[in-house]
């Protein structure tokens, strides 16, 4: 990690993590945070993707989100080719600061998924096993 | 891994995970696949957990949702000491089948997180990382 990387500061205690007024989100061994996107005028549940320090430190400063992107192993500017850049409405942390939920606006076709839908979301799981395309 | 261990089918082509009609669910390293929990009735996101291949097997199974508690490293019925029994009324699976979202009604007080509140996602983020209770 270069010197010059983000780094957010550390909770030292449950209640500071808990009930704190102070972000210090717990990166996983693997050095990424989950991060759920809705889209915040429906609530859709649009993707589930994963930020590092670095794009973290960028959603926050460019109120846009980033990512990094496991399968490229880069840092991902969402939208930044597609045009399907998601603008951060509101961001929230959960209790134990190791997931992020970012509300959403879609710029370009208001899409989200690489297949070309909406959501990345578009398939129900039946008891057996078998997957159905839904709306 | 026992004998008995439940076990998935696994994608052998892209197509096969993104446009398949069969559950192929991509765990990870750690064995863990990630599990969005939503209010089936409202659409509020409740919370972020993990299902192991058993836990999932037996959220299918049972469809009340089983975690896998990375903290206390053992399977979880969610619910099963607190009350908070979350009742699956849907399941889905994204495009790469690497995380699953489920829709849920909640026995007893309706609650999800061990803080006491509703959601687990309590409070936002402002830019700076200040975080700020939101009703």
Redesign the interface.
Known sequence: MCASSPS?PSATTKAEL??????MPRFGPDGLI?C?A?EADT?E?L??AHMNEEALAMT??T?EAWYWSRSRNELWHKGATSGQVQHVI???????QD???IKVRVSGDGGC???G?KS??????A?D????E?D
């Open positions: 957010f808990e009930e704190g007024s102070r972000l989950t759920i809705t609530g549940l993707m589930v926050l400063k109120r509101e961001m929230r942390i959960d209790c134990d997931a992020l939920w998924c690489h297949t839908r990345c979301f578009y398939r129900s799981v008891p096993g078998v997957l159905i839904e």
